[in-house]
């Protein structure tokens, strides 16, 4: 799906993150790269359903930046 997302191609990206949730209904990240694809097609009810259903299952935006600059090559 993130492949898809980089590339552009939005509805495919939400088709992979559609099966990753079905396979794993607890994948934060999945619901939020879900909600980006959303966003970038300009559903914003999906994505904010999305939004909200990572922000329920504990998705921390600034925890989320923190490790990813920790994870990033320097």
Known sequence: ???SL???EMQEAIDYFDTAIR???QL???YVSRSL???RLGDETS???DFERAVE???DRKESELLEGVNSPR
């Open 57 to 59: 299952l504990g998705y």
């Open 23 to 25: 396979l794993n209904p």
């Open 1 to 3: 799906g993130n492949l």
């Open 47 to 49: 994505a904010l359903r």
């Open 37 to 39: 694809a959303h966003t």
């Open 28 to 30: 934060v990240q999945a």
């Open 6 to 8: 980089s590339e552009g």
